[in-house]
């Protein structure tokens, strides 16, 4: 059966009052050593009595912790900003290593300065580098794949406009020869239709024994020999119309 909860109060007896004290005293005295020693902590502790005695720890010595006490309490802002820079400090300090390390694994994969590292290390590196190229190939072969792809459809692409001006320079090709058959056709009709109308006779040329009444007309012929006695007799008919 456990031990029942002990209510916390003022001990009445005096010799048991003193007898708690020096116990609870050593052991408050113990643990506070091995906070110190544990954890690199500074403590110290003070202690007084009933009747007034004194009961002190300190792992750093108590003028010096004491004096840090009253430096952090009385300077609240300077003991901030010592914490941040401090927290600054070793935030800097943590980014340093971790850049070295990041130039000295750089250097590592690059065959950079291998002298250092053992075999295990050397074979970790050298799955590093197979892994590393063949997600390399991976992706240059992806690459190649959707570049080959995109050239397909370039190419059919391409077919189907060809395909499309095929369609279209046939389509213009037959209205080309329609509209030169159509030309051809009008030219041959217009050529029969001017050889009937020249074929036929001229009603402004001069006959002899005909009379034909000509308004505003007048034939001139060069005067030589046997064309005058035509030119006279055309004359005659143009009077003769007139008169008529």
Known sequence: MGRGRVELKRI???????????????????KAYELSVLCDAEVALIIFSSRGKLYEFGSAGMAKTLERYQHSCFNPE????????????????????????????????????????????????EKQL??????????????????????????????????????????????????QNMWSSNAAAGSSSFSLHSSQTNPMDCQPHEPVLQIGYHQYLPAEGPSISKSMACETNFIQGWVL
Do not use: C
């Open 130 to 179: 197979e892994g590393a190229l063949a997600q390399a190939r991976q992706r240059k072969t992806q690459l190649m794949i959707e570049q080959m792809e995109d050239l397909r459809k370039k190419e059919r692409h391409l077919g189907d406009l060809n395909k499309q001006l095929r369609v279209k320079l046939e389509t213009e090709g037959q209205n080309l020869k329609a509209i």
């Open 78 to 125: 300077e003991n901030s900003i010592e914490r941040q820079a401090q927290s600054w400090y070793q935030e800097v300090t943590k980014l340093k290593a971790k850049y070295e390390s990041l130039l000295r694994t750089q250097r590592q994969l690059l065959g950079e300065d291998l002298g250092p590292l053992n075999v295990k290390e050397l074979q970790n590196l």
């Open 12 to 30: 009445e007896n005096k010799i048991n009052r003193q007898v708690t004290f020096s116990k609870r005293r050593n052991g408050l005295l113990k």
